[in-house]
């Protein structure tokens, strides 16, 4: 959603689009702030358990979706799960067996890890793994594309580089992003308390 309302005001350039990101993140956190002294929780009732269990399902589908190129090296064009999903399936004979072999091993690991040690922070340990695998064995030389060098030290906090006009543009998309932030944190929520048998007051989180 970020990337759909800057693209047009950043114009490619890749510094003005950060600034334009940080810029909409403080005016989202500033609402929801707003938003919590103005005891807006109420607005989580209109989010009932058959929205709850859709928007779950369909956040799944796309997630996987838009991953399958990554872990396959199958290359996706398009725009949209639709399109994704298409492009996918008609270039499935071009994917990379060694990006393959490696997805599945790390996904098996990851299953392993959740049935049999539950409590164990599986993803971690399986980004570590990835991370020693290809410090050790150097997989990119086998066709397996990887993240490339990380950059070291911690970013500088800094204003963003906007002008009044940006930040006028940046207000109704904001309000935007705030809803689709709200909903997404209070259904998320209720999907992993429903897991436990607890239930998740909105209403007293925002007052």
């Keep these: 959603m970020t990337a759909v309302l800057l693209m047009p005001l950043a114009a490619g350039e890749?510094?003005?689009?950060?600034?334009?990101?940080?810029?909409?993140?403080?005016?989202v956190g500033g609402l929801c702030l707003l938003g919590r002294l103005a005891r807006l929780g109420f607005l989580a009732?209109?989010?009932?358990?058959?929205?709850?269990?859709?928007?779950?399902?369909?956040?799944?589908?796309?997630?996987?979706?838009?991953?399958?190129?990554?872990?396959?090296?199958?290359?996706?064009e398009g725009d949209g799960f639709l399109p994704e999903a298409a492009s996918f399936l008609s270039n499935l004979g071009r994917a990379q067996l060694p990006t393959l072999a490696l997805s599945v091993a790390l996904l098996?690991?990851?299953?392993?890890?959740?049935?049999?040690?539950?409590?164990a922070p599986g993803p971690l340990i399986v980004v570590v793994l990835g991370a020693l695998v290809v410090a050790l064995?150097?997989?990119?030389?086998?066709?397996?594309?990887?993240?490339?060098p990380v950059p070291?030290?911690?970013?500088?906090?800094?204003?963003?580089?906007?002008?009044?006009?940006?930040?006028?543009?940046?207000t109704l998309p904001a309000f935007g992003s705030t809803i689709v932030a709200y909903t997404d944190n209070v259904l998320a929520a209720r999907a992993f308390a429903d897991r436990s048998g607890k239930s998740v007051d909105a209403k007293a989180a925002s007052s």
């Design 108 to 119: 098996v690991l990851l299953l392993l890890v959740s049935w049999r040690a539950p409590r």
């Design 45 to 76: 009732d209109l989010l009932s358990k058959p929205v709850l269990v859709g928007y779950m399902a369909g956040v799944a589908v796309i997630m996987i979706v838009s991953q399958l190129s990554k872990v396959t090296g199958v290359p996706v």
């Design 137 to 148: 064995f150097s997989p990119q030389d086998h066709g397996i594309q990887v993240v490339g």
């Design 152 to 170: 070291l030290g911690l970013p500088v906090p800094a204003v963003p580089d906007v002008s009044a006009t940006d930040l006028a543009a940046l």
């Design 14 to 27: 890749p510094a003005r689009y950060a600034s334009l990101a940080a810029a909409l993140a403080i005016l």
